[in-house]
């Protein structure tokens, strides 16, 4: 069973909504800090917000005012609402855990430079396209 599956992805017109959700399994996750990535094609892979285990949020600036992460502890879920979304937004949008640690969520998970990570848990992906 893979840890994260991500799903909610699909077509959605500019300055509509969408929500993405990101299922978790196979560990302990209200203490593990979340956060969702996104990778748009020709293009890096990118943080776009964290949650911690204590519920402090991080959003890149990009999409602040825009995007709301929130998670459910007891489904084992995080979710991420896409309000206003923008073509830029078009993207592969993962899921990603970190253990525990003494670092906040956004040190944690910010430090990846590319998508999956080793040792890391990550979902498949779920497509976002965001049309003018």
């Known amino acids: 069973e893979v840890p994260l599956v991500e799903s909610g992805g699909g077509s959605v017109q500019a300055g509509g909504s969408l929500r993405l959700s990101c299922t978790a399994s196979g560990f302990t996750f209200d203490v593990a800090d979340m956060g969702w990535y996104r990778q748009a094609p020709g293009k890096e892979c990118a943080l776009v917000s964290t949650i911690s285990s204590d519920g402090t949020t991080y959003y890149v600036d990009s999409v602040k005012g825009r995007f709301t992460i929130s998670r459910d502890n007891a489904e084992s879920k995080i979710y991420l609402q896409m309000n206003s979304p923008k073509p830029e937004d078009t993207a592969v949008y993962y899921c990603?855990?970190?253990?525990?640690?003494?670092?906040?969520?956004?040190?944690?998970?910010?430090?990846?430079?590319?998508?999956?990570?080793?040792?890391?848990?990550w979902g498949q992906g779920t497509q976002v396209t965001v049309s003018s």
């Open positions: 990603s855990a970190a253990d525990p640690s003494h670092l906040t969520a956004v040190q944690a998970l910010g430090v990846r430079t590319t998508c999956y990570t080793p040792g890391d848990a």
